[in-house]
């Protein structure tokens, strides 16, 4: 299996990087006190925190506004995951814990504003693939049986059947959502700048460390960009 970003994704955004953490034989199950402490802080401080207030300003936001309105979303209507947490975190609204990993993606994308979303292995089908849709791959939002297609052009992140997020990382599909059993995971974290590879490294590497706290396993991380577009997972 080999996660991918494909050259037409580079082609548009060439100083984009994906951080991606790779981590099997998890233990996904139950609550973390602890985590469910850093969260609170968490938003906590986000509610005190002036950059938050002019939201679309922010740089590690206004950044991804721009990705949309270049690959043809309207970030109005459209909200890129972190400016939907950030939006929710500066209101004081507590991240509800549905279940670990989702916990720690949660909490790191909020500490680094930057999007982070995760895939449960066992369920996606071949390679994983970020590209540009054709418009004729099916998706399932999380928690839906509807079917819908994404427009000619948008960022998706596809498997071999179905596509496993829209618009880059604005909504996750249902086929590869993570659940209490999940125990083989892909955790991707998106940088534009002003995230650099240093940064993107570094965070990821971050992220590697709390799965392998809070959930176990064997845990590995690797950077994906233009000059290194793809990897054996």
């Not at 299996?1 to 996904?28: C, H, L, T, W």
């Not at 940088?191 to 706290?213: H, Q, S």
Request: proline share 5%.
């Amino acid at each position: 299996m080999k996660d991918i970003v494909s050259q037409e994704v580079f082609a548009k955004f060439p100083s984009y990087i994906r951080g991606v953490v790779i981590a099997r034989g998890v233990d996904n199950h139950g609550e973390k006190p602890r985590l469910i402490e850093m969260l609170s802080e968490l938003v906590a401080k986000a509610t005190q925190d002036e950059s938050l207030q002019a939201i679309k300003a922010h740089p590690r936001i206004a950044n991804w506004r721009q990705a949309y309105t270049d690959f043809g979303t309207n970030p109005n209507k459209f909200y890129c995951s972190i400016e939907s947490l950030g939006r929710r975190a500066r209101r004081g609204d507590q991240l509800p814990y549905i279940n670990t990993l989702v916990a720690l993606f949660n909490y790191f994308s909020l500490k680094h504003m930057v999007p982070s979303g995760g895939d449960d292995l066992n369920a996606a089908d071949g390679d994983l693939r970020l590209t540009l849709a054709k418009g004729d791959e099916p998706f399932t939002p999380l928690n839906s049986d509807a079917v819908e297609y994404a427009p000619e052009g948008e960022v998706i992140y596809v498997d071999n059947s179905r596509v496993m997020c829209r618009r880059w990382n604005w909504r996750q599909g249902d086929h590869t959502k993570l659940m209490p059993e999940t125990a083989d995971v892909a955790i991707n974290v998106d940088c534009l700048p002003p995230v650099a590879k240093g940064e993107a490294g570094a965070i990821t590497e971050e992220l590697a460390g709390l799965v392998r706290e809070f959930c176990g396993g064997e845990v590995k991380h690797l950077l994906l960009d233009a000059a290194n577009n793809e990897a054996e997972i």
